[in-house]
């Protein structure tokens, strides 16, 4: 009869196997486990596992339990898993369904084609390393309680609700967030700070995080698995003009008859959309960026000092209009508005005026005129 062996972690593992299943899942960071006669998972605690063990006589040191647990336990990814476990797409198109049922006060083509895309790129950056949703849709109306945030909540599925988040500021535990959630909803984006918003736009684009872990002994480096989505009742969010991150959409209202969809449904058809059909095109165009850019403008808020430019210069297509920083900076002098060139010239940039390179010398001219504002204020 063979004898069984006699090191400590085969004693650790004779008494786990027989009493609990245990598992580490990589979206929450943790530790799972089952009594072997449960079909239900929940979060182990280290700390009580140690003490059990310890009752059971079996000595050791709490670092060789986080050495064992790290050499022997399954890895699961209940995002990966959510979606490997639905039913194949059955050709009825529930996305069009849906966004149909949020009304836009504009861009209603564009936005059931950007959602579409949004959704899809959902799935790719959280199955996917490197396939990062660098895009956050953001809901504005100046009605409040149309059902915005009951719309974001809606999205996630109920298996995945663990993984959405909306809470974010700008500390370490929000970092983490980026991979330990499906879903990070900027609630009432128009209460965020400007350092909030900053560091939310930061996060957006990123495709990983070094972070060190509860029991870890050095940083190690978290896979980004967030998509952002939000809301807003102010307009005037957008604090400057490269605004690329931002999806922003004007919503009139919702049919709340929208939840009469199932959302797995709706996930079942992206995820075939994602995988399955390889002509669809989850990423913007150079169009589709541009035409953003131009629709965010009517978001963007401006400071006292842009608001006073912007009273005497406005937007040109006529290249005699075109001036350089140095020559708009001796016109704004006339009207009280002294800046050197190099300082105006960031500002001007950052009101997001375009610039041309004109002549035989290529200098580089802003694409601005002077408006009748500021003639009119000359001639008093």
């Known amino acids: 009869m063979n004898k069984r062996s006699s090191s400590i972690f085969d004693n650790i593992g004779y008494y786990l196997t027989e009493k609990y299943k245990i598992r580490f899942n990589e979206i929450s960071l943790c530790y799972e486990f089952k009594p072997i006669e449960s079909k239900e998972w929940q979060e182990l605690s280290l700390e009580k596992l140690y ?27 209940p995002i990966i898993q959510y979606f490997r476990d639905l039913p194949e797409w059955d050709g009825y198109d529930y996305i069009s369904d849906l966004l149909r049922k949020i009304h836009l006060n504009s861009d209603q083509e ?54 959405f988040s909306e809470n974010i500021s700008a500390d370490k535990d929000s970092q983490i967030k980026l991979a330990t959630n499906f879903i990070i909803n900027l609630d009432e984006l128009q209460s965020f700070m400007t350092k909030d918003i900053e560091f939310v736009k930061a996060l957006i684009s990123k495709e990983s995080i070094n972070e060190r872990l509860p029991y870890g002994k050095r940083s190690q480096r978290l896979i980004r698995r967030a998509n952002f989505i939000g809301s807003t009742n102010r307009m005037d969010i957008l604090r400057d003009h490269t605004n690329v991150r931002w999806m922003i ?16 449904k709706i996930w079942s058809q992206v995820y075939y959309l994602a995988y399955k059909q390889n002509d669809f095109n989850p990423f913007l165009t150079v169009d589709e960026l541009n035409y953003n850019d131009d629709k965010n403008k009517r978001f963007r808020s ?51 005026f375009k610039t041309k390179r004109i002549g035989s010398e290529r200098t580089k001219k802003y694409m601005v005129k002077l408006t009748a504002y500021y003639f009119e204020f000359i001639r008093n």
Do not use: W
């Open 110 to 163: 564009f936005f059931e084609m950007q959602f579409k895309k949004y959704l899809v790129r959902c799935v790719l950056c959280a199955i996917e390393e490197k396939k990062i949703n660098k895009n956050a849709i953001i809901f504005y109306s100046r009605t409040q309680n149309i059902g915005k945030s009951t719309f974001i909540r809606y999205l996630c599925p109920e298996k995945l609700l663990p993984y």
């Open 302 to 352: 401006f400071s006292r000092e842009e608001e006073e430019i912007l009273s005497y210069l406005e937007d040109s297509e006529n290249e005699e209009d075109f001036m350089t920083s140095t020559e708009i900076s001796f016109k704004l002098r006339h009207v009280f508005v002294n800046k050197n060139p190099v300082t105006l010239g960031k500002v001007l940039s950052n009101i997001g």
């Open 249 to 264: 959409f004007d919503v009139a209202s919702i049919d709340f008859s929208y939840t009469e969809i199932n959302i797995d």
């Open 51 to 77: 003490v059990e063990l310890e009752r059971e006589n079996l000595k050791f040191s709490f670092d060789k339990l986080i050495i064992y647990l790290k050499a022997i336990v399954e890895y699961f990814n």
